[in-house]
């Protein structure tokens, strides 16, 4: 498996972004995907999960109403819509095809909130 994060960024406070994570290398139909977070000192604390053979999707507290998870299932490419950025979403970012166990997963991509 293959996953490769891109849109991150710094914008201020209030503003958003919207990650994606092209994934390849996967030939299974059911995946809990997902995104998750790590900034420096801390724990790496799941976002958003979305399970691609229901569609469900869940969110952490901390980005609940903030946040949109969705998968082009043609691109092969899922999206994290993050708005009313805060500083602390300040973090490295990462998707992974196993939320649970938060691996596989790309290099990340950085998002910085000032």
């Known amino acids: 498996v293959q996953l490769v994060e891109s849109g991150g960024g710094s914008v201020q406070a209030g503003g958003s972004l919207r990650l994606s994570c092209a994934a390849s290398?996967?030939?299974?139909?059911?995946?809990?995907m997902g995104w998750f977070r790590q900034a420096p000192g801390k724990e790496r604390e799941g976002v958003a999960t979305?399970?691609?053979?229901?569609?469900?999707?869940y969110y952490a507290d901390s980005v609940k109403g903030r946040s949109t998870i969705s998968r082009d299932n043609a691109k092969n490419t899922l999206y994290l819509h993050l708005n009313s950025l805060k500083s602390e979403d300040t973090a490295m970012y990462y998707c992974?095809?196993?939320?649970?166990?938060?691996?596989?997963r790309g290099q990340g991509t950085q998002v910085t909130v000032s």
């Open positions: 290398g996967y030939t299974r139909s059911n995946y809990c």
């Open positions: 992974t095809t196993n939320i649970v166990v938060m691996t596989p």
């Open positions: 979305i399970y691609t053979g229901t569609g469900s999707t």
